[in-house]
Each structure stands twice: as C-alpha cells, then as structure tokens.
C-alpha cells in the first residue's frame, strides 16, 4: 500500500526526466527524498500529487490508479506543501489555514466546529495562533512557511507531502515541525513524504531515504542502510565521513570536500 | 455562507447595507435631473407601472419610467457586473492590478464597434453597434484563450496576460486606423469610446442584468476556488480544484460580463479596478464575500457617477472621461497608501 510507482516515464518538452523509474513508498512511513539540484525531486512529488501525468507507466495510491481518483478525493488523502508560496492578496493567516478544509467542504455549506477546531490545533501545532489574524503578505518567509504547513495540517489527510518545507526557516523551528511531522507519523499513521537538502536532518527524522541522480534511484531503503559515504559520494560528488551520534542516536554526516 | 475566520468587519452587513443604499442611490436619482421631481414620486410611479394602474401624473411617469429608470438601472448593472468580473480577473491572473479589461475584451468591443461606425450599419434597430461590439469581445477572448492556452502551464497568469497585450495592440492598430479612414464618422466612434448611458432603454437594461445575473450566480459557484487559485496553481490542485478548468469557466463567465458591459454602455474604465480593491480593504480578501459585496459597491459607484454627469454638472461629460478623472487620482492614492508603505507585492 501507500504509493507505487511501475515504470514511469516523464519529460519536460524535449528534456526526459524520468525514463522507466519504479519504486514503492509505503503507508505510516516518513520518507525522505534526496538527490542533487535538477535530479527530478519536485518533478516526482508532482507526479504523485497528480499536478503532472507521466508520459509512461502507471501511479498507484493504495492499489489504485491515481487518474482514477477525482481532484477533490484526493486533496482528502493527500496535502501537499509547496515550495514556492507568494499570495498577493491581503488574506489572514487564519483564512489560509481555514483553505485547509474546503477539500472537505460542500460547495455552499460554511465550517463547522469541527472544521474550526482542527484549524485551531494546526495553528496552535505550528505556533502560529498568535498571528492568526495578520495577512499573509506581511509575514516573513519562515512565517509564511508555517501558515502553509498549518494549513497541510488542517486538511487532515493520511499523507503529506514536503518539497522543502522547511527551507526558510530557522533551526528551532525546523526541528520543531520535522519533529510534529515525525510524531504523527509514530501515533497518528501518517505517511510523510518529504524533499529535503539536509542531508542530516534527513538522516535523523526520516525512516526510509530515496537517493535520486538524474531521474533514476541510486538508492532506496531505511536510513541505516543507504546513508553511506559511497552514496552520498555518488549522487553528490562529495566525500564524506558519516558515523553514528550517540546523543541523538542517529547517523549523520560530514562533509570532507 | 461565512467561510472563513478572521474577517474584519460583517461582510454580511456590508453586503446587505450596501445594497439598500443601492435601493436608495436608484430612487434619489430618478427624481434628479432637469425637471426635479419630488422623491416620493419614484416609488409611486415604480408602485403603478408593476401593478398596471394607470398614469397618476402622465408627465413624471413618462420622466421617471421612460426615461430615467433605464438609465440608471443600466448603469447600476454595468457597474455591478464589470466590478464583479473585475474580483475574479484580478483572482484568476493573481495579480491586484488587473481589471476586466487586461485580456483585450475592451479593444476587441471597441474594434467591432469602430467597424460597425465605419459601415454606417443600422440593422436591428440601432443594435448593430452592440452587438458588433458584443462580437468583437467574444472573438478577442477566443482568440486569447487559444493563444494561451495548450502550452503546458495553460491558461496560466503570465500566458493570458501576455496574450491580451498582444491582442489589444494588434486592436489598437485596427481602431486607429478605422478613426483615421472614418472621415466624418470619426466623431461618433470618439464618443462611443468614451463611454455613456445616455439614451438607454429597457431592452439595453434586459441584456446587461441577463448576463449580469448569469456571470455573478457561475463566479459566486467558484468563489472557493478563486480563493484557492490565490495561493499558486500546485497549491490549488493539491486542495481540489482541477485549476485549468475552473479558470476558463471563471475567464469565460467574468469576460462575458465585461463584454456585454461593454457593448451597452461602451468603455468605462477604472470601476473594474477600483471597486475590488476599496472592498478588499473592507471585507477582506475572501472571494466568496468580496463578490457580494462589490456588486452593490460597484452599482452604487457607477450610478453615483452617471448622476453626478446627467444631473449635477452643467453639461454632461462621458461617464468613461469622469470615472477615469476620479478614479485614477483615488487610485493613486490608494495604491501609494496601501502598497508601498507595507509591501503587499
């Protein structure tokens, strides 16, 4: 179960990214997603979300074909916070987060508690409550980046999907939401599916690890077995020393270039 | 259907405050004008046409329901509508500073009006004009729509924008040179240009609330996911809406509108563009209360206009000249108070 990938193929115009790329990301796992700029990460995370068609082959999500699913069912099992977030119109923070729940609104009908209540945890989960009522084109970067986690918090669907969530933000906030992520993860059964340049934060809150190098997978398993040297010296030409740190308990790494 | 958290002020009661001043702007006004008729009248008169009474006074009847109530009426709908369509063009293009008119709609009335001048067509007693201008709208958003359409990120902001300014260019061109051919007739298509509801009739009252009324009740289905489509088209597939298609049915119901605005009243700019933002400053971002309330704030607007040229200043001056003398410096201003002291861009 979870998401499947049989021989997917994908090109921009006259540039292939995938040719043939087949893997199986399981459900109530957290998934990393790594590889060098260019390697085809955002392009991947957009075939699953369903937002590109692959040219080839077949995406499954939980046994079913993903074309098979229409938008709104899918917006229920699936939230995805993009990289790139620019809204040029003055909406509150607690309106984006509230956006969250549409997916599950009928077209005419307002929230209801519930709906209410779950925008308030994700906003009290990504600390942003406390400018809940600012717009969204005055916050900072990082700010602006917790808004559209709380608001993929408050879809309140079984898997989620980072690309580079936490790249604006500082390093007390960033363990802070890899860490809810991680939680829910454990407690809640959701999948996680995340991209992510750090190698060792990825190392630390992720289970299993996808090595990408030019559309095709150099590696894929649990953290233990492919965050080695030989493969971060291959997708990233870069020597390293990875070993195992006995305060976090978890392999991290560094860089020797 | 209140959707959202965090609003600023009732959007309820400033959709529904609104929309009774219209209801009083509409009567004030129809006892404006050369012959001041007292305003007790209006209703009056309105009380025995519905009903089918006979004329109490055949004189302020035939003023007040002839004359004047077409007008007004016409220029309460247009500005509701071209405001309304003004919301989901600056929704759909993400982009504040578009107005109805930033996908060439308005060169492509004005082009099809400028040849229905420069044939000195009459056919459809007097309809030509609209319905030329009408034409030359509709073929101008198909034209666009196919331009940028088929590309990968179709229909995206940039696509349509840049097809627009590509297509009224081209327009421009077209009128410039029908003006420079038109010898005598050059007058009357100058004076179309610029906008007027004078002479307006019921049947021109009939077409604009038809197609006013379609286009707001289709954009006020897809308020949602106007609201949506503000956050980025990946953010937007990702909660549920099949973003190509919800903004052509948007492009298409927002530019009919504007289209048929145009065609009745000719091209009156800046309502489409100032309404939303004066609204947006009041009720918030939301689309779903945004439509609703700049649609009386539009009618409320256009007809304070077109009373003020018809019954306040010594000789009328085109509605299109005076909502762009009042509008622009208001617009100015609010751009410079708002946008630049706190960096909404």
Redesign the interface.
Known sequence: MGYTLQDVCFS??ARPIFSGISLEMETGGFHGVLGANGSGKTTLL?LI???LKPENGNILLDGRRLDDFD??????K???V?Q?????????????V???R??H?G?????GTKD?EL?DQAMAATGISAF??R?V??LSGGERQRV?FARALA?DAACL?LDEATSNLDIGHTLALMALAADRVKNNGLTVICVMQDLNLAARFCRSLLFLKNGRVTAHGPVDEVFTESVIKEVFDVSSRVYFDEIIHCKQVVFLN | MPAVTGIKSSPARVAIGLGLLLGGVIVLSAAMGVVRLPFVQVPAVIWEKLWGLGPGDALASAIIWDVRLPRILTAAVVGAGLSVSGVVFQGILRNPLADPYTLGISAGAAFGACVAFFFNMSYFQGLSVGLCAFAGAIITLAVVLYLSGGTAGGYSSNNLILSGIIVAAILSAGISFLKYAADERVSAIIFWLMGSFVAKTWMDVGLALAFVSIGVAVCLCFGRDLNLMALGDRAAASLGVDVKKSRLILLVAASLMAAVCVSVSGIIGFVGLLVPHMMRGIVGADNQWLMPVSLPAGGVLLLCADTFTRAVLPSEVPIGVLTALIGGPFFCYVFKRRFSGKNRF
Request: with cysteine.
């Open positions: 921009y115009e957009d979300t369903g937002h938008a709104g069912e899918l917006a229920k699936c939230a995805l993009p790139d977030f620019q809204v040029n119109f003055p909406f509150t923070v607690a309106q984006v509230m956006m969250g549409y997916p609104l077209r005419f009908s307002a929230p209410r925008v809940s009522c717009h084109t005055e559209v879809q999907i």
